[in-house]
């Protein structure tokens, strides 16, 4: 851990101006600013002792925070309210991740890349893909690609999805379950779902919540399915390539559900968290190269359109299918 904190303390640099920016310009978010100063000074020449602990914080305090986020997920609140969604976000989920599997093979996108890009628009944006990363041992350039991608999405749908709900005439519940099935990031689905109304708002904020659970079961399948991938089935061991902060992560959230911290505490883990993933960017956009990102940086944004329009497309037919709109 000594190695580590010179490195870490770095990060610090970045990801502090980044937390500000983030709750002024809400609708981009803390971790994409981080993210792009982080790039930004990868440029420049640093000390090599650094190294390891921009590693550290880009892959170990990644996990962390997604375990320190359970602290403010209420898992009974969130399910029982949800419910009616449940339909809808089992089949976006599944367009994602085809969609994204099916043109990223064609776009010659590698695997990492495809899946997380699939996983932020299935699931929920940044979100997502940092608690999905580790699992599938993605490398800094396709987080990079990825949080990018989600990204231009988000600052779209803010704008673009009210504007398609109100010329259909949308009610303000099936626009919620639209923008909240739809939408990839939290802060975009309630900046969307509010400036529609004070309803839809509420209901896609909701709604959001639920399918932030799917990261669970997600994370479990590709840990499984990437060591399948990548080793002899004989030397298959679940305890090894188990990714136990999300198991944490459900001991958060069930510990905040029940009520034995208090709401303080719990608030306050919650944005540590939150200030966590801002840190854990910092670090991956310090390992990120600008140039690579630049060079092959429109196959992703396409896969990300592809993945976005047919997620968005498919969550207004199971509505309109279960006579939800």
């Not at 490398?139 to 990079?144: G, M, Q, R, S, T």
């Not at 708002?201 to 479990?220: D, E, H, N």
């Not at 991938?229 to 992560?249: A, G, R, T």
């Not at 883990?269 to 956009?285: D, H, N, R, T």
């Amino acid at each position: 851990m000594h190695n580590n904190i010179r490195g870490i303390l770095y990060t610090f640099i970045f990801a502090i101006p980044a937390y500000f920016l983030g709750n002024l310009f809400p609708i981009i978010g803390g971790p994409v600013f981080a993210i792009l100063l982080g790039i930004l000074a990868a440029g420049f020449k640093r000390p090599a002792t650094f190294e390891p602990g921009i590693k550290f914080t880009g892959k170990k305090i990644l996990q962390y925070s997604i375990i320190l986020l359970g602290f403010e997920m209420n898992l009974f609140n969130v399910l029982k309210i949800g419910s009616h969604s449940f339909y809808v976000m089992i089949f976006t989920l599944l367009t994602s991740f085809v969609v994204a599997w099916s043109i990223g093979k064609l776009l010659a996108l590698d695997r990492c890349t495809t899946t997380l890009i699939g996983a932020g628009t299935a699931i929920c944006g940044g979100s997502a893909i940092a608690a999905l990363a580790p699992v599938i041992n993605a490398e800094d350039k396709d987080i990079a690609f990825s949080i990018s991608t989600i990204f231009l999405f988000n600052v779209i749908a803010v704008f673009l999805f009210p504007f398609l709900g109100h010329l259909i005439g949308m009610s303000d519940t099936g626009f919620g379950m639209w923008a909240g099935t739809a939408i990839n990031d939290t802060s975009s689905v309630v900046a969307a779902g509010y400036s529609y109304s004070t309803a839809a708002g509420s209901y896609a904020t909701i709604v959001k919540l639920t399918r932030a659970l799917m990261i669970v079961p997600a994370c479990v399948f590709f840990a499984v399915l990437t060591t399948r991938c990548n080793k002899k089935s004989s030397n298959f061991n679940f305890y090894k390539i188990f990714p136990w902060f999300i198991l944490w992560f459900i001991v958060a959230s069930i510990i905040n559900t029940i009520g034995i911290i208090p709401e303080s505490i719990t608030h306050l883990l919650g944005s540590a968290g939150k200030f966590c993933i801002i840190l854990a960017m910092s670090a991956i956009g310090l390992n990120t190269n600008l140039h690579s990102l630049v060079k092959n940086g429109f196959r992703p944004i396409l896969l990300g359109l592809c993945c976005w329009f047919a997620v968005a497309a498919v969550s207004l037919v199971v509505q309109h299918v279960l006579g939800l709109i």
